[in-house]
């Protein structure tokens, strides 16, 4: 019987093989281009928004199997989202991978992180903390621009 480790290695492995939401979007979408000198990984994000909600998001980029498929699964989670909830989620992240202080927000108990759980394993290489946030930081940087 597999453990938990095993099916995080295999959630993350199918992201990193099947990265969904792959490509990009054009003008005026927004898009931010993020860089991780340390590992080499490259992620670019495009965000489509309609109103306050995300109907569209794509990410391109090449690199670890961390960092690619944590932006694989930061598109599919936040795909349909408003922004009120996107930011939670990034917020909820960050707490995961304890580089934020758990604010006790309101929205927390509603927000699923589902297959993004399978990166809380990286806490363990705070090295690899970087690959696992990129996505989440250029995701940030798009809503922005
Ligand atoms: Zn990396």
Not at 10 to 22: A, K, M, Q, T, W
């Amino acid at each position: 019987m597999p453990g938990l480790e095993d099916l995080y290695r295999e959630i993350i492995l199918d992201h990193y093989r099947s990265p969904r939401n792959r490509g990009e979007l054009p003008p005026p979408a927004h898009k931010a281009e993020g860089h991780n000198p340390l590992c080499g990984d490259e992620i670019t994000v495009f965000v489509q928004l309609d109103g306050d909600v995300v109907s569209d998001v794509k990410v391109s980029g090449q690199g670890c199997s961390i960092s690619q498929s944590s932006a694989s699964m930061m598109s599919q989670a936040i795909k349909g989202k408003s922004l009120d909830e996107v930011r939670a989620l990034v917020h909820r992240f960050k707490v995961m991978m304890s580089i934020e202080e758990d604010a006790d927000d309101a929205a927390a108990p509603t927000v699923k992180l589902g297959d993004l759980e399978a990166l809380q394993g990286v806490v363990k290489f705070p090295v690899r903390i970087k690959c696992a946030t990129l996505a989440w930081n250029t995701l940030v940087e798009a809503l922005e621009n």
